[in-house]
C-alpha cells in the first residue's frame, strides 16, 4: 500500500507531494481566472442556468438516471414535480462547478463575503479529532473552502479519486489545496494516512454517502431503497476515536452556508451495519431540505442485492 513506514504515517499522498508546478501558460491562465473570479456572482448563477438548461436536454442518459433515482426515493411525486427538481438539478449542479473559479481564484475577502457557516460552530473548538460527514450536495467544495479557510490552526484532510483529464485533475487538486491547512489523501493509499491524521486532532471532510460497489460497501436503507453504502463514517470515528459533526452546504443567494450540527451523540457503535443506516436516516432528513442540490445524477442504487434487477437498464426503466 505505501513504499515506506515513514510514508504511511503521513496525511500525505506521495502523489499530491508530486503536484507538478505552473508553467507560464498555466500561471497566465491562473492570473485570468483570478481576474474572472471577482465578476458579480449574478454573472455566473445566470451562466449557470443557461447551461444547465442546455445540459439537461442534451444529456438524456443523465437526465434518465437522475429521473429513475427521483421515482425511486420520492415515489409520491408526479412526473411534473421531478422534471422540475430535475430542471433545478442541472441549473444547480453547473452552478457549483463554475463557482469553484471564485472558489479556488478569488481573494479571501471574497470568500469571506460569500461563505457563511451557521450552527453548531462551537464544535471546531480545541483540538478534538473530528470527521465532517459532508454528504454530496452540489455545494461540496464550498463547505470544503469554507472549512479550511475559517479554521486555519486545524488541519483539513479529505480524500482524493485523481480525475480523467490530467489539467481537470491538477486544477482540482490545487483548488483543493488553496489553503495551506489542506490536504488531501489518495482513496488508493488506504487508510492508514487517514486515521494518522485523525489521531493528530485532524479534521477529515468525509463523503461516504455514494456506491462505491459490493467490495467496500454494505447493504442499508436509503429512502426506503437498498443501497450499498460505504460504512466509512463508523469505522473511521472508532480507529481515529473521533467525534462526528455533520456539515452540509446549501447554495444561497449571498453564494453558500454550511449548515453545522453536532456532535453525534452515542456514535459510533459496535454495530457498523446500524450505523451506518443512521447515517443515511439523517441524510435522508437534509436530502429533503434541498432535494434539487443531491448528487442525483449518480448511479446511487447501481449495485443490487443478489436476486434483485437493475433499476437503470433501459427495459426496466
Known amino acids: 500500500m505505501h ?95 463554475l463557482d469553484r473559479i471564485w472558489l479556488w481564484h478569488g481573494s479571501e475577502a471574497l470568500l469571506r463575503r460569500r461563505l457563511r457557516m451557521v450552527g453548531d460552530v462551537r464544535a471546531f473548538e480545541g483540538d478534538a479529532s473530528t470527521i465532517l460527514f459532508a454528504p454530496h450536495f452540489v455545494g461540496l467544495d464550498a463547505g470544503g473552502m469554507a472549512l479550511s479557510g475559517q479554521l486555519p490552526e486545524r488541519d483539513f484532510i479529505s480524500i482524493y479519486t485523481p480525475q480523467r483529464s490530467a489539467l481537470a485533475d491538477r486544477w482540482t487538486r490545487r483548488g483543493r489545496t488553496r489553503f495551506p491547512n489542506a490536504r488531501v489523501v489518495w482513496r488508493r493509499d488506504g487508510v492508514k494516512p487517514i486515521i494518522s491524521a485523525l489521531r493528530r486532532h485532524g479534521l477529515l471532510y468525509l463523503l461516504p454517502d455514494m456506491n462505491f460497489g459490493p467490495q467496500e460497501s454494505i447493504f442499508v436503507k436509503f429512502f426506503g431503497q437498498p443501497a450499498a453504502t460505504v460504512p466509512s463514517l463508523s469505522r473511521f470515528a472508532r480507529l481515529g476515536r473521533a467525534q462526528v459533526v455533520s456539515t452540509m452546504t446549501f447554495m444561497d443567494p449571498h453564494g453558500y452556508t454550511l449548515h453545522v450540527e453536532g456532535p453525534w451523540k452515542d456514535f459510533p457503535t459496535a454495530n457498523v451495519e446500524a450505523d451506518t443506516q443512521r447515517m443515511n436516516d439523517y441524510l435522508e432528513g437534509w436530502v429533503r431540505k434541498r432535494p434539487e442540490e443531491y448528487f442525483w445524477v449518480h448511479k446511487r442504487f447501481k449495485t443490487r442485492p443478489p436476486g434483485m434487477a437493475s433499476v437503470y437498464d433501459a427495459q426496466s426503466a
Do not use: M, T
Request: glycine share 6%; with cysteine.
Open 3 to 97: 513504499d515506506s513506514a515513514q510514508e504511511a504515517e503521513h496525511p500525505l499522498s506521495s502523489q499530491e507531494k508530486a503536484l507538478p508546478p505552473l508553467g507560464w501558460r498555466g500561471r497566465l491562465v491562473y492570473a485570468l481566472l483570478g481576474v474572472l473570479a471577482h465578476l458579480p456572482l449574478v454573472f455566473w448563477r445566470g451562466l449557470g442556468a443557461v447551461i444547465g438548461w442546455v445540459l439537461y436536454w442534451a444529456i438524456p442518459d443523465r437526465r434518465r438516471i437522475a429521473d429513475i433515482n427521483l421515482q425511486l426515493c420520492f415515489p409520491e411525486w408526479s412526473a411534473q414535480q421531478r422534471r422540475h427538481v430535475l430542471k433545478l438539478h442541472f441549473r444547480r449542479f453547473v452552478q457549483a462547478v
